[in-house]
Every structure is written in C-alpha cells, then in structure tokens.
C-alpha cells in the first residue's frame, strides 16, 4: 500500500495503517531528530512525540507534500523545540562513524592515534560552524533525505539548503586544513 493509502485507512481510525506508516518512516524520522539533538535518548524520545503529534493532527495534511516530508517536518520541529530548551546541547556529542577507516588488525597504533585525532578535530569543525550550518550539513551528511526534504524540514528552499550543504563543507575543509590535514582542502 502507498502511504496516501495507508493516510486515508488511519483517518478513519485504522491504527494499523497509522503503524505501517510508523514503521516505514521511524528510521528516517529518528535520524533527523538526531541530527538535530545529537543525543540518542532524546532522539527516541522526541522521534516518539513527533508520531504522536502525526496521529493527532493527521486530520490537518492536506497532501501538498508528501506524507514522509511532513511527518519529517513535524520531527524536525519537535527537535528544535527541545533543542532550543536545552541549556547545554552544544556540549554533547554525535558519533561520526563515516570518518575514518575501520581498523584492521594489521593497522599501526599511530594510525589509529590518527584516525581519532581526524575524528576529533571533524568533530570540532562542525561544532564550530553556526547552527543553520550544521543542520543542513549533518541532515544532508546522514543520506536519509533529499535535499528537497531538507528544504522542507528546514523551511528555506532548496538552493539555500544546496549553499548551506556547500558552505559547511567549506568550513570543514578550513578548519581540517589549517590542522595541517593535507587533503581536507
């Protein structure tokens, strides 16, 4: 079933439909909200209360984007909610898996000492940029939405987020230069 489908069956109170689309969409919408809390917990936790806010104002989507699009924006929203309520978020920390190579066992330990240098100063770099920066980095950087998505969930369009994409990996490029990384530039 398509979701427009499965948005018609849970409007008329089918919760199974609402769960099918609940179970197609909870990775994407997740991982969208961890992008923006950057703490797992809390991540589930808003990603919850996202498909709550669905469920009850589901009678509200109009179908002018996709189902998918606003549910993701919906979470999106809830995330900078709790983000903007935190005191201490820029604090925590992200796992940037994507940014060294998995360690073999042949590898050297300066290598490794390396890598987690690398990791570090990636780290540090994305910190550093401004926040509507880091959003459209991170949410681009995760591969779960277009950037047609992004622009919705962000609500700016898509050639703002294109520039923002762009520009951070700019910066990033900068900071990881100016570290003496070779090949960031």
Do not use: C
């Amino acid at each position: 079933m398509t979701d427009e489908e499965l948005v018609l069956l849970a409007r008329r109170g089918d919760l199974d439909a609402f769960d099918q689309l609940v179970v197609r969409h909870q990775s994407a919408v997740y991982r969208a909200v961890l992008a923006a809390l950057r703490v797992p917990q809390d991540a589930e936790e808003v990603a919850q209360d996202a498909f709550v806010r669905a469920w009850s104002h589901l009678r509200r989507f109009r179908g002018d984007s996709t189902f998918k699009t606003w549910l993701l924006t919906i979470a999106w929203n809830q995330a900078m909610s709790r983000r903007r309520s935190m005191t201490r978020w820029l604090r925590r920390s992200v796992a940037i898996d994507d940014v060294a190579e998995p360690e073999g066992g042949e590898r050297r330990q300066d290598a490794a000492v390396h890598d987690s240098e690398l990791q570090r100063s990636v780290r540090q770099a994305i910190y550093l940029l401004s926040p509507k920066l880091r959003d459209a980095l991170l949410l681009a950087q995760s591969g779960e939405y277009g950037y047609d998505e992004i622009g919705s969930m962000l609500k700016i369009p898509v050639g703002t987020v294109k520039w923002r994409v762009s520009e951070a990996r700019r910066n990033v490029r900068e900071q990881l230069a100016k570290l003496g990384y070779v090949n960031a530039r």
